[in-house]
């Protein structure tokens, strides 16, 4: 069972940036192909952004030319650069496996992280 560790949240003012590391431990890990979701309170959790092994990348609109998917394959690590943080991306962000399906679909992946909290203040 391959368990995934996200950090990297926090507070941050709009404008401003940070860098979500998710940590996956187990078997296999560094060729599994991954997915970043977020989740703000009352809404259902939504796709941000999924990398391939191979490093192929797709981005939500709501987010393209503003953050940032890569892995590291050595380190079983994938990132998440956000630059240019709204107040609108506050929100618990997921790291999780992806399964099959279609890759923005939350349904397609296996195994979550526990999240980790990103809060853009105005």
């Known amino acids: 069972q391959v368990q995934l560790v996200e950090s990297g949240g926090g507070l941050v003012q709009a404008g401003g940036s940070l860098r979500l590391s998710c940590a996956a431990s187990?078997?296999?890990?560094?060729?599994?192909?991954m997915g970043w979701f977020r989740q703000a309170p009352g809404k259902e959790r939504e796709f941000v952004a999924h990398?391939?092994?191979?490093?192929?990348?797709y981005y939500a609109d709501s987010v393209k030319g503003r953050f940032t998917i890569s892995r590291d394959n050595a380190k079983n690590t994938v990132y998440l650069q956000m630059n240019s943080l709204k107040p609108e991306d506050t929100a618990v962000y997921y790291c999780?496996?992806?399964?099959?399906?279609?890759?923005?679909?939350?349904?397609?992946?296996?195994?979550w992280g526990q999240g980790t909290q990103v809060t853009v203040s105005s």
């Open positions: 999780a496996i992806f399964g099959s399906g279609n890759y923005y679909s939350v349904r397609s992946y296996t195994n």
């Open positions: 990398i391939r092994w191979s490093g192929g990348t």
């Open positions: 187990g078997r296999g890990s560094s060729s599994y192909f």
